[in-house]
């Protein structure tokens, strides 16, 4: 099976149970993301946006409907098999960035390659690639709490790369980033949709996200409302943020 990264979501549904009550999260959605292309999700807050992005990344099972990933649905996965998934075929890229702590940067990129049984010259040789990919190879040996807010979430997206997965899923990837930072992590998910084919899902409220995405999809309570290109999502921008700008007296 080639790893092309194509994801297909069929009559989605997830409920969630609190004792006698329901809250219902995604309500029958269908999406098709093509692999090598940036989806940006959007929509306010409890919307599914997240529950979303957890389902395909294997973190959560749906209550009805499939997940297919280059032909596999998750659904039909095992628990064993949903934890290769994670390892093999997604990278998960966290709005607080999710490093240990105690390890260094160096050490937290090769920490999924160790959990998948890389040897030490695998980890070693695509540790080094990695850093130097996010432009932090001078950092390597810092920890998380000597580097800044951007640096962490440079290091972030290496571990999430660091078993090479066909697809980067990102929660909120630049909402503890300032403008210039976040602007950087925009350009780094770029050079890897571009030259690297990944695959990116990125749920978020940053409307620069939008603008460099293939396809933006917005979601309101659990279904999704409106579909369109990237190059729409930056018209559409442009018109709005042109008629709120006020005419010279």
């Given at each position: 099976?080639?790893?092309l990264?194509d ?6 549904i997830?409920?969630?149970?609190t ?7 995604l ?9 090598g ?5 959007m ?5 599914g ?19 297919n990933?280059?032909?596999v ?10 934890v ?10 966290f709005?607080?960035?999710?490093l240990?702590p105690t390890?260094?940067?160096r050490?937290?990129?090769?920490l999924?390659m160790?959990?998948?049984g890389r040897n030490?010259?695998e ?15 001078p ?6 709490d ?9 290091i ?9 997965p ?9 909402g ?5 930072t ?13 030259e690297?084919k990944k695959?990116?899902?990125?749920v978020?409220?940053d ?8 396809t ?6 659990g ?6 290109t990237?190059?729409?999502f930056?018209?559409k921008?442009t ?11």
């Open positions: 099976m080639v790893d990264g994801i297909v979501v069929k009559d989605l997830k409920v969630y149970k004792g006698k009550s329901e809250v219902i999260a309500r029958g959605l269908d999406c098709t993301i093509s692999g292309r940036i989806l940006a999700i929509g306010p807050s409890g919307c946006k997240t529950t979303l992005l957890n389902i395909i990344g294997g973190l959560d099972r749906p209550t009805a409907g499939s997940v990933i280059d032909g649905n998750l659904v039909d996965l095992s628990d064993a098999d949903l290769k998934h994670r390892r093999q075929r997604v990278g998960i890229v709005q607080f960035f999710n240990v390890l260094t940067a050490e937290n990129i090769e999924p160790r959990l998948a030490s010259d980890m070693t040789s695509r540790s080094a690639m990695l850093l130097k990919l996010v432009d932090m190879e950092r390597g040996a810092h920890r998380p000597e580097m800044s807010g951007g640096e962490q979430q440079r972030g997206i290496a571990t999430a790369l660091a078993n090479d066909p697809i980067i899923l990102a929660d909120e990837p630049t503890e980033l300032d403008t210039a976040g602007q950087q992590i925009l350009h780094l998910f770029q050079k890897l949709r571009d690297y695959t990116i899902v990125i978020t409220h409307q620069r996200i939008g603008q460099i995405a293939d933006v999809m917005t979601i309101v309570d279904r999704i409302t409106s579909t369109m990237g190059a729409e930056h018209e921008a018109i709005l943020a042109s008629q709120s700008v006020p005419s010279p007296s």
